[in-house]
């Protein structure tokens, strides 16, 4: 990987706002689903339908095509932006102003993510837990995966605290 395709931490070309409605039109449904359908049927259809994903949310979000889009809960900024690739908040080296510990002079993605979901109203999502990405389905098109139900249960409902889970002791 050369160090232009490293993943680095990049502010969203669309408001947050933008986003969320996206999303609220982008929601599955049996029209999206039957139409999902038909694309993956055809291989051509499905390829291109992709890059069309891919040259769009590459531009707005810095999409890394991860085929599991995090994105409507992270106020809209994209987590595998981030050079560490978490999904589950920033580093520990995030600086005191909120620059990124690997590219100083870049705002940690995720300060970007809370600033964005905060005036968006929608701060708690942040708390709520990402599960590990399943990197059987990169460059796949997560609206795709979304609208088939592949990436169900992506994140938790709640924070998780109130019922964790069992720790299993040898
Ligand atoms: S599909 Fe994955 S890499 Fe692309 S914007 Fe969503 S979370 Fe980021």
């Known amino acids: ?15 947050a706002s933008t986003g969320y409605r996206l ?18 049927a055809r291989p051509r259809l499905r390829r291109w ?6 040259h769009s949310k590459q531009r707005l979000f810095g999409c890394r ?3 599991q889009c995090a994105l409507p809960a992270t106020g809209y900024a ?5 050079p560490k690739q978490l999904r589950n908040g920033p580093c520990g080296g995030v600086s005191a102003n909120g620059d990124c ?3 100083p002079g870049r705002r940690c993605v995720w300060v970007i ?4 979901a905060e005036r968006a109203g929608h701060s708690a999502d942040l708390t709520l837990l990402q599960r590990p990405v399943d990197h059987r389905l990169a460059g796949s098109s997560s609206w795709l995966n979304y609208w088939q139900g592949r990436d169900e249960g992506l994140w938790t409902s709640d924070d998780g605290l109130a019922h964790p ?6």
């Open 101 to 103: 510990e690997v590219y």
């Open 65 to 67: 095509m991860c085929g």
């Open 165 to 170: 889970a069992p720790v299993h002791r040898p």
């Open 1 to 15: 990987m050369s160090a232009s395709e490293q993943p680095h931490p990049t502010r969203p070309s669309i408001a």
């Open 113 to 116: 993510a809370y600033e964005r």
């Open 49 to 54: 339908f992709t890059a069309a994903e891919r």
């Open 78 to 82: 994209c987590p595998m932006s981030c």
């Open 23 to 40: 999303g609220r039109v982008l929601a599955p449904n049996r029209a999206y689903r039957w139409l999902a359908g038909r694309i993956e």
